[in-house]
C-alpha cells in the first residue's frame, strides 16, 4: 500500500512537472520535482523500500524525459547513496540540513546534465554556460523559497509514520504471546 | 289627514326630487363651498400624514428590510457575471483556437504530403532538452523520423512512437540537426538547436553570403524534413577569424513557448525507411 502511495505521489509529480509547470510562465525554470521525494526516501524510509522505488522513479522519468536514457536514473541512484551517506554523519531530522542536501542535489543532478550535454555535443557552437548558469541559479532559488516548507513536510510525514509505527508495535507488544518485532530504530532514527 | 305611511313615501319622493335637482344643477356649474374647504383642511393633514408613514414604511422596507432580499439578487447577478465573463474567455479561447487551426489546415492545404494534426500535450520534464509529447501516435499512423511543422514553420521530428501518443524532438533541441538553405544565397548548413530559444546554422563556409535577416529553409537533402519549410530567420552572424565557419544565429519562426498544435507530415522516404519503433 506504501508502495503505491510513493508511486502515486511520483507520477502526479511528473504529470505536475510536465503539463502544469511549463505553462506557468512565472516560475521559469524550477528544479526536478521527483528531488524532494527521492531525498525523503533516501534519508527517511529503509534502503529495501526507498532503492526500488528510487529506480523506479528514475526509470519513470527517463522515459518521459528526451535526454540520454539513464540520466535521471544515474542522479536520482547518486543522489540516494549521497543522501544515506550524508545522513549517518549529519542530523537528517534539521530542516537545514534537507535543504542543504536539496540544493547539493539540484546542483548535482544539473552537473551530470551538463556533462551528458558536454559528451554528446559536436559541430561549432560552443556549449551554453549562459543557460547554466541561468538555469542553477533559478533552480536553487526555487529550491531557496520552497525548500523549507518541502523539509518540514518530510520530517512531519516522517515522525508520522514513526508513530503510526510505535502504535504498532506497542499493540503487539500487549498480546501474551511472543511476537516478533517489525525492526528496531538507530541512532538516525531510521529503520533497520 | 294622511297617514303615517303615505307621509314617508311623500318626503321620499321630494327627497329624491330635491336631490336629483341639485345634481343636475351642480352638475351642469360646479361650485366651492366653504363646507368642502373646511372639510379638506380638516382632514387633508391626517391624509398627509397618513401618507407619509406608509410612505415611510414602504420605503424602509425596501431600502433596509427588503436589502436581504437585494443581497441575494445581487449575489446572483454577481455569479451571472461571473459566469459570463468565463464564458467569454472561453469564447475568446475557441476563437483563437478556431483561428490557429484555420492557419494549420490552410497550411497542411498548401502541403504536398498528407498530414496529421496533433496537440501538444506534455513538455519534457528537464530544461535542458526540448521534447514534447503529441496526442497522436502509431494508431494515427506516425512513425519515427516524420517531420512536425506548424503554420509558421518547421517544430521538428517524432524521435519514439507508441499506441495513441509521440514524443517529439524539438529543432531547438542541442540532439537536433536539419540540413538547411539560407534562402537568399542558397549557402547550406545544419540547423542545430542550443536548448534554448534559439537555433545555430553551422558549418557555414566563410565564403558563404549570409547577412541577419536572411530566411533560413529546408534543403530537403537531409531526407527528414520537405524542402522550402521555414525554419527562422538569420539573427546574428559571427565572424571567428581562426575557424573555417560562420557562426550564425538563427531566431526560429515558432515561439515554442506558444506552440499548442501541430501537422505531422506523413509518409516521408526516411521515416519510411526508419519504421515503427
Known sequence: MRYFAYIGCGLFLIIFQTTVLPRLAFVGYCFDLLLPLAIYLAVFRPRHEALPLTVFLGLLMDNMSGGPFGLYLTSYVWLFIAARAASTVVRAENPIMV?????????????????????????TVGFPAGLAARILAEQIGWVLLVGPFLAWGMRHAHQRSLRRLEKAVIGKAALPEPVETQGHRGSDGRLS | MFSKKTVLILAGILLISVNLILL?????????SGLGR?????????????????????DVWW???????????NQRLLQDLGAAQQHIVQQRELELENQRLRDLLEFKRSLQSPAVPAEIIGRDPSAWFKTVIIDKGHADGLRRGMPVVSSLGVVGQ??????????????????????????????????????QDECYLDYVLHADDVRAGDLVVTSGYDGIYPK????????????????FFKEVQIRPAVDFDKLEEVL????????EAMGPR
Open chain 2, 264 to 271: 505531422v507530415i506523413l509518409g516521408t522516404p526516411l521515416s
Open chain 1, 99 to 123: 535543504a542543504l542536501i536539496m540544493i547539493c542535489a539540484v546542483a548535482g543532478q544539473n552537473a551530470l546534465f551538463v556533462a551528458a550535454l558536454g559528451a554528446g555535443a559536436s559541430g
Open chain 2, 228 to 243: 522550402g519549410l521555414l525554419i527562422g530567420t538569420v539573427e546574428a552572424v559571427d565572424f571567428k577569424g581562426g575557424d
Open chain 2, 63 to 73: 431600502r433596509y428590510l427588503f436589502l436581504s432580499s437585494v443581497a441575494e439578487e
Open chain 2, 38 to 58: 373646511t372639510a379638506i383642511a380638516f382632514v387633508a393633514p391626517f391624509q398627509e400624514l397618513t401618507h407619509y408613514v406608509v410612505k415611510t414604511v414602504r
Open chain 2, 158 to 195: 517524432i524521435i519514439e512512437v507508441s499506441g495513441r501518443q509521440s514524443r517529439l524532438l524539438l529543432i531547438i533541441d542541442r540532439n537536433s540537426g536539419a540540413d538547411a538553405l539560407v534562402q537568399r544565397t542558397r549557402a547550406r548548413g545544419i540547423v542545430k538547436g542550443t536548448s
Open chain 2, 24 to 32: 343636475a344643477v351642480a352638475t351642469r356649474r360646479p361650485v366651492a
